[in-house]
């Protein structure tokens, strides 16, 4: 198996469908300060702005924790 096949199918895999939530939730972290800082200067378009980001975060996390689910046992790298 190559390494460009083995790369394509680390992001099928449950390691890769982790990192996936990971960086997702990593991203969160900025969205939250953007909140934050969008409060202080009552910023409602800012604030707005922050909120639907989350929204997608949370989307995002959502559909990949049901590819986890969905992987179940069968991980492409485990064999």
Do not use: P
């Amino acid at each position: 198996m190559s390494k460009l096949q083995k790369a394509k199918g680390f992001k099928k895999s449950k390691a890769g469908t982790y990192l996936s939530i990971g960086t997702s939730l990593f991203g969160a972290v900025g969205i939250v300060k953007q909140a934050k800082k969008a409060r202080l200067e009552s910023d409602r378009l800012m604030l707005a702005d922050a909120v639907i980001s989350a929204a997608a975060i949370v989307t995002g996390v959502a559909l990949l924790v049901r590819e986890l689910r969905r992987l179940g046992d069968d991980d492409v790298l485990a064999g």
